[in-house]
């Protein structure tokens, strides 16, 4: 019996945590998750272990033809795979859910439906628009603005005479012809009207004027799509947040892999800094790695696994699975780990590590290592390709027993990116790596930007790429990180006052 099924979740608009908790739970189960481009990528790290499609879905973008998506959508369930189709905004608000609904029905393919923040009323409402208001607009009507038939005189003269609030989306492009046939039809060139770019992300833009002015105002004020467009009277009213974020209007590059460079934007977005992901470096699995299997299937004989790395224990776990190794089999073996991040990965699993130095580095671990392990004692260490050879120099000296066996590299992907030069407010390096990978990419740094770097051995590859006049996070962690941010922008904020 064939058991797959396909569930259509709205992923809502703007920042990842607009999510429903039912489409995060969804996400996290799935087995294949098809997404469009507009979703904020960092949703795409809890489904951790699914098939991850992008079928594009942008104005002005390639994308997959609404047929191809529906046949990929039903080719996936018949492989009995539970499947998340993650659409921007709600499945239903111009985003082609009945479409593929339809197509799911005739291939007897079940469904269900999570409905998701619509930006028709998010965008508009975090920049203090209300959609509705009493005694000013008692409805609101929702147009897609970058068609031509949904803008036809016809069409645009009922909408200039409703009343209500008129929300376009995805219509900058036609902007004056939506201008111009609303005042043609009756509506008053003084309507307030606004367009709102990027809403309901940290780095958004609103620009308020009337429809006699408002061209002139977008074209001067450089916006960009996609924008959301509201004409009426509520848009006089200005009910944006007085509640701010310390990181407010503060532009953050974060390098790294997807995994840390996430864990850290996270951090950083929810003290409303503006996030541009650099991720450049590549995890790549060693699948096929017979000394890996064999010391897992002997696991019995070692007294310590060692980890270095969140990626590295999660390919541990993973390989237990693959293996078929009954988690018994580790009572009697103690673990040792780098980080607080690295603990937290063998916690989900009901693994608890006996040893994490205060310093989370490869040098403070061998210390630890050193002063804990017996003579008769054995460690199975697993982690990157180029691990510091710090670990294992501290371990030679003591006379300690190991094998240490790389399980993943890292791979350096340097994408092709219009702007060599970064002129963010911050530029952040999870690890020396990643300064490998950014210089080597031909990158640069502009005078304005601050850096700060996770520890000493990250700061010393800059050093060696040329680079002075870094800050450097007081714990090797993101949160430290994140931390030394707040206290630069709070530092120089007071020297302002």
């Given at each position: 019996?064939?058991?797959?099924?396909v569930?259509?979740v709205?992923?809502?608009?703007?920042?990842?945590?607009?999510?429903t908790?039912?489409?995060?739970e969804?996400?996290?189960?799935?087995?294949?998750?098809?997404?469009?481009?507009?979703?904020?990528?960092?949703?795409?790290?809890?489904?951790?272990?699914?098939e991850?499609?992008?079928?594009?879905?942008?104005?002005?973008a390639?994308?997959?033809t609404?047929?191809?998506?529906?046949?990929?959508?039903?080719?996936?369930a018949?492989?009995?795979?539970?499947?998340v189709?993650?659409?921007g905004?709600?499945p239903?608000?111009?985003?082609?859910?009945?479409e593929?609904?339809?197509?799911?029905?005739?291939g007897?393919?079940?469904?269900?439906?999570?409905?998701?923040?619509?930006s028709?009323?998010?965008?508009?409402?975090?920049?203090?628009?209300?959609?509705?208001?009493?005694?000013?607009?008692?409805?609101?009507?929702v147009?897609?603005g970058?068609?031509?038939?949904?803008?036809?005189?016809?069409?645009?003269?009922?909408?200039a005479?409703?009343?209500g609030?008129?929300i376009f989306?995805?219509g900058?492009?036609?902007?004056?012809?939506?201008?111009?046939?609303?005042?043609?039809?009756?509506?008053?060139?003084?309507?307030?009207?606004?367009?709102?770019s990027?809403?309901?992300?940290a780095?958004?833009?609103?620009?308020?004027?009337?429809?006699?002015?408002?061209?002139?105002?977008?074209?001067?004020?450089?916006?960009?799509?996609?924008?959301i467009?509201a004409?009426?009277k509520?848009?006089?009213?200005?009910?944006?947040?007085?509640?701010?974020?310390?990181?407010?209007?503060?532009?953050?590059?974060?390098?790294?892999?997807?995994?840390?460079?996430?864990?850290?934007s996270k951090?950083?977005?929810?003290?409303?800094?503006?996030?541009?992901?650099?991720?450049?470096?590549?995890?790549?699995?060693?699948?096929?790695?017979?000394?890996?299997?064999?010391?897992?299937?002997?696991?019995?004989?070692?007294?310590?696994i060692?980890?270095?790395?969140?990626?590295?224990?999660?390919?541990f776990?993973?390989?237990?699975?693959?293996?078929?190794?009954?988690?018994r089999?580790?009572?009697?073996?103690?673990?040792?780990?780098?980080?607080?991040?690295?603990?937290?990965?063998?916690?989900?699993?009901?693994i608890f590590?006996?040893?994490?130095?205060?310093?989370f580095?490869?040098e403070?671990?061998?210390?630890?290592?050193?002063?804990?392990?017996?003579?008769?004692?054995?460690?199975?260490?697993?982690?990157?390709e180029?691990g510091?050879?710090?670990?294992?120099?501290?371990?030679?000296?003591?006379?300690i027993?190991?094998?240490?066996?790389k399980?993943?590299?890292?791979?350096?992907?340097?994408?092709?990116?219009?702007?060599?030069?970064?002129?963010?407010?911050?530029?952040?390096?999870?690890?020396?790596?990643?300064?490998d990978?950014?210089?080597?990419g031909?990158?640069?740094?502009?005078p304005?930007?601050k850096?700060?770097?996770?520890?000493?051995?990250?700061?010393?590859?800059?050093?060696k790429?040329?680079?002075?006049?870094?800050?450097?996070?007081?714990t090797?962690?993101?949160?430290?990180?994140?931390?030394?941010?707040?206290?630069?922008?709070?530092?120089?904020?007071?020297e302002?006052i």
């Amino acid at each position: 019996m064939n058991k797959g099924r396909v569930y259509l979740v709205g992923a809502g608009c703007g920042d990842y945590d607009l999510i429903t908790l039912r489409g995060l739970e969804l996400i996290k189960k799935c087995d294949v998750l098809i997404y469009d481009s507009l979703i904020d990528k960092e949703l795409l790290e809890y489904a951790e272990n699914a098939e991850k499609i992008c079928v594009g879905k942008r104005s002005g973008a390639h994308s997959e033809t609404q047929e191809t998506i529906n046949s990929l959508l039903i080719e996936k369930a018949r492989e009995n795979k539970t499947v998340v189709r993650l659409k921007g905004g709600d499945p239903f608000v111009f985003g082609r859910g009945g479409e593929e609904i339809i197509a799911l029905k005739e291939g007897d393919i079940p469904f269900d439906i999570v409905p998701g923040i619509s930006s028709a009323i998010a965008v508009p409402e975090l920049a203090g628009i209300p959609v509705t208001h009493r005694l000013t607009s008692r409805s609101f009507h929702v147009i897609t603005g970058h068609t031509a038939e949904d803008i036809l005189p016809e069409n645009m003269k009922a909408y200039a005479e409703c009343g209500g609030t008129l929300i376009f989306l995805m219509g900058l492009k036609n902007l004056p012809k939506i201008v111009h046939s609303l005042i043609e039809n009756g509506m008053s060139e003084n309507t307030p009207i606004a367009i709102v770019s990027n809403g309901a992300y940290a780095k958004n833009q609103t620009v308020r004027a009337t429809l006699k002015n408002i061209c002139n105002v977008a074209e001067n004020s450089e916006i960009k799509p996609p924008v959301i467009i509201a004409v009426g009277k509520t848009v006089e009213y200005d009910f944006s947040p007085t509640i701010k974020k310390p990181l407010e209007d503060i532009s953050v590059t974060v390098t790294g892999t997807q995994r840390l460079s996430s864990k850290l934007s996270k951090q950083l977005s929810a003290n409303g800094a503006d996030i541009n992901h650099m991720n450049h470096l590549n995890i790549i699995e060693y699948r096929n790695n017979p000394k890996f299997d064999k010391a897992l299937n002997d696991i019995e004989k070692y007294s310590y696994i060692v980890l270095t790395s969140m990626n590295g224990a999660e390919i541990f776990i993973n390989k237990l699975k693959a293996l078929k190794i009954d988690i018994r089999k580790l009572i009697n073996i103690k673990f040792a780990v780098i980080g607080m991040g690295t603990a937290s990965v063998l916690e989900k699993y009901g693994i608890f590590a006996e040893l994490i130095p205060n310093d989370f580095t490869s040098e403070a671990l061998g210390k630890l290592l050193a002063k804990k392990v017996h003579s008769d004692e054995k460690l199975l260490i697993l982690r990157a390709e180029k691990g510091s050879l710090l670990l294992t120099e501290i371990l030679d000296k003591n006379n300690i027993q190991y094998d240490d066996i790389k399980t993943y590299g890292v791979q350096l992907d340097y994408k092709t990116e219009a702007n060599k030069t970064i002129d963010t407010d911050f530029i952040a390096f999870a690890s020396s790596s990643g300064v490998d990978a950014f210089y080597e990419g031909g990158f640069t740094i502009s005078p304005k930007t601050k850096i700060v770097c996770i520890g000493e051995i990250t700061a010393e590859t800059l050093i060696k790429h040329g680079v002075s006049g870094f800050n450097i996070s007081k714990t090797k962690t993101v949160e430290g990180i994140t931390d030394t941010i707040l206290k630069i922008v709070e530092e120089n904020s007071n020297e302002k006052i």
